[in-house]
Each structure stands twice: as C-alpha cells, then as structure tokens.
C-alpha cells in the first residue's frame, strides 16, 4: 500500500484529545510512544488520500497549542497487511510543497534553463529532432506551468505570483541567449525544426493539453514528474528559442514563436486547472 505516515510529536497532556479528534477518520493503524515525561509522539497510519484530512483535522484540534507540536507526514511504499481501496491520491499540502520545490527560485534551476536553452539553439541551428530532445530533458519549466494551474483553482495568490515571476524569469533566460545567438550565429529560418516552431497547429495543442494534464496527474500522485517534465519542455522551449534567435538574427517570425508559446503555455494550464479542481471536486465529495 502506498500511503502517509503522520508522525505527531506532542505534549502528552494533549494526546488523548488528538487521538479522539482523528479517531472516526479513514486510519489504517495509529499507536503511540511516550519520548519524555513531558511529551508523546502519535504515529497514524493512514492512505495518501485521507492524510489531508487527518493533517487538518489535527491541525485545528491541537491549534491552541500549534505551537508546542510538530506533524510531520513520510511517504510509505508499503505496508503489511494491505489495505484496499487506496486512491493514490497525495494531500493538498504535499502537492503544494512539490510544486513549490520546482518552482522557487535558485541558482541551479536558471543554470539549468541556459544548458537547456544551449542545447535547443544547437538543435535548432543544425535542424537536429534529437538533439532538441536532450534539450528538454534538463529544461525546468514544468514547476512554475503546473504552479499557475495549482494556484488558479486553490486561489493560492502566493503560489501564483511565485510561479509566474519564475516563468517568466526561465523564459527571458532562453530568449535572451537565444537572441545573443542568433546576433551572432547565421541562422537558416527555413529549417523545418525552425518553421514549424513559428505558426501553430492542432497537434501543438494537443501535445500541449496532453502535457499539463499528464503534469498535474504525476504530481497529483506522488509520482514521478521527470518525463512528464521533458512533455511539458517540448511544448514550451523550442519556441522560446527559436523566437530568440530569429530575433536576434533579424529575421521575421519572431513573434510566431512567442505567439506558439503562449498557446501551448495556456493549454498547459487550462488542462492542468481542468485535473486541480477535478481532484478538489473529489476530494471535497469524499469528505
């Protein structure tokens, strides 16, 4: 059983009361451990889709004392006996928490976009499919695509001002070398790597929709986002690039690239806001 274990360290004055508080929850097994004469710790065992509702529920039962505790929530591969009927499904908290590892700012990550921008431009320029396929590969762009998303259905207005501040900063970071390159590079514009990157199609869109939706169903349960990454990479960089080194060369077209871009960037979060609030939509009928 993939599941949560809620790890509760408390005062043992409060236990009593965090344990009736969860006790008519959906928990596969809770037991306690007494650490000191002052304080307890509260081990609940519980499936990734009810640990939300027992995080909160202890959350606001012990609020008085919120300082004085510490939940912490572990992943569980599995656990013997099985226990059926487990949706999968990780809690809003640590969703959000992924999300937010992808998307806040670093060093690593804008380095991270200039290699990969590196890579597209040289695929690009030598009209190379495999070589802008590496390219998508370490681009990081799903983080702040599947935080917009997030943020519009929860109305999380930190979020969404995080992950559009970094969408935008990982997008001028391509464009902007892309542009130094194409300045200084004699780009061919009738490479049909480059062509088909300045003017949408139906199979943009759908390339597009499909990613933010496999995005947001990877995060959604607690699996890994690392090819669905490399979908939504696909969908967003090879524009982006392009758009910078036509420009940067001087050349028309320029702004089909961006214009690619902001389509495929749109379709990537309606569809993954369509999953988000499918999800809340469930989760709340399931309460």
Not at 74 to 98: C, F, R, T
Not at 149 to 173: N, P, T, W, Y
Not at 203 to 223: M, R, Y
Not at 270 to 281: E, M, P
């Amino acid at each position: 059983m993939a599941g949560r274990l809620i790890e509760v360290f408390l005062p043992t004055g409060r236990l009593e009361l965090a344990r009736s508080s969860v006790s008519g929850l959906k928990i596969t097994s809770m037991w306690t451990e007494r650490l000191s004469e002052t304080h307890s710790q509260l081990h609940i065992l519980t499936d990734s889709a009810s640990s939300e509702t027992v995080t909160r529920t202890l959350s606001s039962t012990l609020a008085d004392t919120i300082d004085d505790i510490r939940i912490v929530c572990l992943p569980v591969e599995a656990s013997i006996p099985e226990d059926e009927g487990s949706s999968g499904m990780i809690s809003y908290d640590e969703l959000k928490q992924d999300v937010v590892e992808m998307t806040s700012p670093s060093p690593s990550t804008w380095i991270l976009t200039f290699l990969s921008a590196v890579v597209a431009a040289s695929g690009l320029y030598r009209n190379s499919a495999t070589i802008l396929i590496g390219a998508m590969v370490i681009a990081p762009l799903l983080g702040p695509s599947v935080g917009l998303s997030l943020s519009l259905i929860h109305g999380d207005r930190k979020l969404l001002l995080l992950s559009f501040r970094e969408m935008l900063v990982r997008s001028a970071i391509a464009v902007a070398f892309s542009a130094i390159l194409g300045m200084l590079l004699t780009v061919d514009p009738t490479l049909s790597e480059i062509t088909s990157r300045i003017q949408a199609g139906p199979s943009d869109i759908v390339l597009a929709l499909a990613s933010g939706a496999a995005g947001a169903i990877a995060l959604c349960t607690g699996g890994s986002s690392t090819l669905i990454g490399v979908m939504v990479a696909v969908a967003l960089m090879p524009p982006l690039v392009t758009a910078g080194l036509l420009w940067g060369g001087g050349y028309s077209g320029w702004q089909g690239g961006l214009s690619l871009f902001s389509l495929n960037l749109a379709c990537i979060i309606l569809s993954g806001a369509i999953v988000f609030a499918v999800r809340k939509i469930s989760r709340l009928k399931g309460k």
